[in-house]
């Protein structure tokens, strides 16, 4: 029996990796720009990005996951979420290489995440999904940005301020 069970997507590019976060938690998408530098906080940090007035804590999403750093290009942008957490949610701008476009997968289109031969934490990783152009994996961004990164991220901001 299969699942009919469906999720939307926005898929990025961060190399030669295709990866998803679910639309839901996608605010907005913005082209990159230069941040407002943050000193001290991890190197993933960038900075704060305006976003019509607000600042939003901006980080480079390639070193988060343990990819090595790449200069920003033209297709480079900035995927604004918001990252569930218990009490509430986080918005941050991730930098990514490139957005590709808003999918639909079905629920049993989505394997399990693998536990060998990726270059990130599999933790990370809420599933995978084959498609004739290769995977794309679905990140579980809560997981992403644990309980231990919010108040290193929060109180980096707040000495900027």
């Known amino acids: 029996m299969s699942d009919t ?3 939307q997507v926005v898929t990025f590019g961060l ?6 976060v679910p639309v839901t938690l996608v605010r ?7 941040t407002f530098h ?6 993933y940090l960038l900075g704060l990005t305006d976003m019509r007035g607000q600042g939003v804590t901006t980080i480079d999403f390639r070193l988060r996951l343990g990819l ?6 033209p297709s480079t942008r900035i995927l604004v979420v918001d990252v569930p957490l218990a009490d509430r949610a986080l918005m941050l701008g991730l930098v990514v ?4 476009e808003v999918s639909t997968f079905r629920g049993d289109q989505i394997d399990a995440a693998p536990d060998i031969g990726v270059r990130w934490p599999s933790d990370y990783i809420g599933g995978v999904v084959k498609r004739p152009d290769g995977f794309v994996v679905l990140v579980d961004i809560a997981r992403v940005f644990s309980s231990a990164d919010v ?11």
């Open 97 to 100: 290489d490139r957005v590709l």
């Open 38 to 43: 943050i000193p001290n906080g991890p190197e």
């Open 5 to 7: 069970h469906e999720i």
């Open 151 to 161: 108040p290193l991220l929060s109180r980096s901001i707040a000495h900027a301020a």
């Open 15 to 20: 190399g030669a990796e295709v990866f998803a």
């Open 68 to 73: 090595p750093h790449a200069d920003p290009t």
């Open 28 to 34: 907005e998408i913005l082209d990159y720009r230069e």
